[in-house]
């Protein structure tokens, strides 16, 4: 078997004009090399697999004039700094950038990770790097620029690399896949690119994955190998999440996972999918989506259906979910549980925000949860090859869980999902004196059940009747929004109460102001008025005020 060398190797850039998607760090390189301007100590930093190394070793070459073939290493050092990042390391580099180079004009040191450096090891380098001598050059390449302590940032020349965008590594691939003779479809490269991340080396590598397979490259070949999801099965989980289709939606979602494919990357895909949605949803933001033309298409017809604040929290729950998957023991009633949370978002047009909202009843009316084995087993096209151990029932259907109780629970008061009672034959005598009496029991129960603000803001001011409506005033906008997400079950109340199909209206009145006891004296007084038998108590003891 012949020697295979991968793709990141053999394709790796050996002059600036080869790196892909970096123009402006390599164009200011280029000019700062021929002009003689290039700084001593370089920090490149940016993204994985992005050209940060294979652009230290270009200018190394370039500013030795070295050929591409020529291997100098006396004059070029490269270092791993995740395995020699102690004090000793640094001091034995120093001593090396004491003697001049044999051959060329410069002593180039290109340390990896330089992040990795203990604090020691960075602080025995930092005189070095600040007035290194005339023959050496560092450059300095990391991942994690905010691990680098800021004496060793502030004394080098910073590039940041930026990550390669999907069309920039499709061009590239193209021209490998032209090279290696290798027939493919931009469809097929694109689902590459975007499961590359921006990375040109974690491009190559899937490249290969998929090439030692077949040296046809097609969508279906990629999907396989690469375990990744197709934009059908986003827009199909998304159509039954619109239609609140659970059932389907859960067995698709198992469907997608036993693929093969990541919990954390269907999250992942799926979160990219409703972006995309977002960004076609106006025509500036649509180029920053990465899709062709017939997909933006697709797009555009979700983006009308769901609304902006519908995908935004979409998109923070999925956000949610992929922060949490790696603390989860069951990483797959995570993902269910993700779905079936923004199943039940809508928008509320009244509240002008996003609420949770129970699927109804009426969507599982129609199904029926048999229970009978034989007849599961048919419908999995698998014959039963033994007898159950008891006797079910062939007309037994699972019971389901019914709202009703979930509304009628007394630890569940106020709710998006509690439905208004209305009384059939209402009562048209109802007077003023009863409609507050009610109003102050609801109150009292309230303040019970251990609800003491929502409790005192009913006692601020004093329900008005007119015929069916009660107007109740508060003194400003942020006691008007407590109270009304309290309206629907104050309403219920009053309702079963008064028998009759009672509405309440919230007003603000600035007017009015909350009496408050400033006083020791007038704290007293309300105390006493509350209990008269503290007066007594103050006369036996002999208390003063």
Request: proline share 4%; hydrophobic share 40%.
């Given at each position: 078997m012949s020697q295979f060398i991968i793709s990141a190797r053999k394709y790796r850039p050996l002059k600036f004009k080869d790196v892909v998607?970096?123009?402006?760090?390599?164009?200011?390189?280029?000019?700062?090399?021929?002009?003689?301007?290039?700084?001593?100590?370089?920090?490149?930093?940016?993204?994985?697999?992005?050209?940060?190394?294979?652009?230290?070793?270009?200018?190394?070459?370039?500013?030795?004039?070295?050929?591409?073939?020529?291997?100098?290493?006396?004059?070029?050092?490269?270092?791993?700094?995740?395995?020699?990042?102690?004090?000793?390391?640094?001091?034995?580099?120093?001593?090396?950038?004491?003697?001049?180079?044999?051959?060329?004009?410069?002593?180039?040191?290109?340390?990896?990770?330089?992040?990795?450096?203990?604090?020691?090891?960075?602080?025995?380098?930092?005189?070095?790097?600040?007035?290194?001598?005339?023959?050496?050059?560092?450059?300095?390449?990391?991942?994690?620029?905010?691990?680098?302590?800021?004496?060793?940032?502030?004394r080098c020349q910073i590039y940041n690399f930026k990550r390669i965008s999907n069309n920039d590594i499709i061009k590239n691939l193209e021209n490998i896949c032209s090279l290696e003779k290798i027939s493919h479809d931009k469809e097929s490269l694109n689902i590459i690119a975007s499961k590359s991340d921006g990375s040109m080396r974690d491009a190559l590598q899937l490249f290969d994955k998929v090439t030692g397979v077949s040296k046809e490259i097609t969508k279906d070949l990629v999907q396989n190998n690469l375990n990744s999801l197709d934009t059908n099965d986003n827009i199909k989980i998304l159509d039954y999440v619109l239609e609140k289709d659970i059932p389907k939606l859960i067995v698709e979602i198992n469907n997608i996972l036993n693929k093969g494919i990541g919990g954390e990357r269907f999250i992942s895909a799926f979160s990219?999918?409703?972006?995309?949605?977002?960004?076609?949803?106006?025509?500036?933001?649509?180029?920053?989506?990465?899709?062709?033309?017939?997909?933006?298409?697709?797009?555009?017809?979700?983006?009308?259906?769901?609304?902006?604040?519908?995908?935004?929290?979409?998109?923070?729950?999925?956000?949610?979910?992929?922060?949490?998957?790696?603390?989860?023991?069951?990483?797959?009633?995570?993902?269910?549980?993700?779905?079936?949370?923004?199943?039940?978002?809508?928008?509320?047009?009244?509240?002008?925000?996003?609420?949770?909202?129970?699927?109804?009843?009426?969507?599982?009316?129609?199904?029926?949860?048999?229970?009978?084995?034989?007849?599961a087993e048919e419908k999995k096209g698998v014959l039963p090859d033994h007898i159950p151990i008891a006797e079910i029932d062939k007309n037994l259907f699972a019971s389901t869980l019914s709202l009703k109780s979930i509304k009628e629970d007394s630890g569940v008061k106020n709710i998006d999902v509690i439905d208004e009672i209305f009384i059939d034959s209402p009562n048209l005598n109802i007077t003023e004196e009863k409609m507050q009496s009610s109003w102050i029991d609801y109150a009292e129960m309230l303040e019970s059940n251990g609800r003491y603000n929502i409790s005192s803001i009913l006692r601020i001011s004093t329900p008005i009747l007119s015929e069916n409506l009660i107007s109740y005033s508060v003194p400003n906008d942020t006691t008007r929004l407590e109270i009304e997400k309290e309206i629907i079950s104050i309403q219920n109340f009053m309702r079963k109460e008064l028998k009759n199909n009672i509405k309440l209206i919230i007003s603000v009145d600035k007017t009015i102001r909350k009496k408050f006891k400033y006083t020791i004296s007038e704290k007293y007084n309300a105390l006493k008025d509350k209990n008269p038998k503290i007066e007594k108590l103050k006369n036996i003891f002999k208390l003063s005020i």
């Open positions: 998607g970096q123009e402006i760090i390599t164009n200011s390189l280029e000019t700062a090399i021929s002009n003689g301007k290039l700084a001593q100590a370089l920090l490149f930093t940016g993204p994985r697999g992005v050209g940060k190394t294979s652009c230290a070793r270009i200018v190394a070459r370039e500013i030795n004039k070295f050929k591409i073939e020529d291997d100098f290493s006396y004059n070029i050092f490269e270092l791993d700094a995740a395995s020699n990042n102690g004090v000793d390391d640094i001091r034995n580099l120093i001593e090396q950038t004491r003697i001049p180079p044999q051959k060329g004009n410069f002593k180039v040191y290109i340390i990896d990770e330089v992040h990795m450096l203990s604090t020691g090891a960075f602080n025995a380098f930092l005189k070095t790097l600040e007035e290194p001598p005339k023959h050496c050059i560092f450059i300095l390449a990391t991942t994690e620029k905010h691990k680098i302590i800021p004496t060793i940032i502030s990219s999918f409703l972006r995309d949605i977002l960004v076609s949803k106006n025509e500036h933001s649509i180029i920053l989506s990465d899709n062709e033309n017939s997909k933006i298409n697709n797009l555009s017809k979700y983006s009308e259906k769901l609304s902006y604040p519908i995908i935004i929290e979409f998109l923070s729950i999925l956000n949610e979910a992929e922060l949490n998957f790696q603390k989860s023991l069951n990483t797959n009633l995570l993902i269910e549980l993700t779905f079936l949370k923004i199943t039940s978002l809508e928008y509320s047009n009244e509240k002008k925000k996003v609420i949770f909202k129970p699927i109804p009843f009426s969507k599982f009316e129609s199904l029926n949860f048999l229970t009978n084995p034989s007849v």
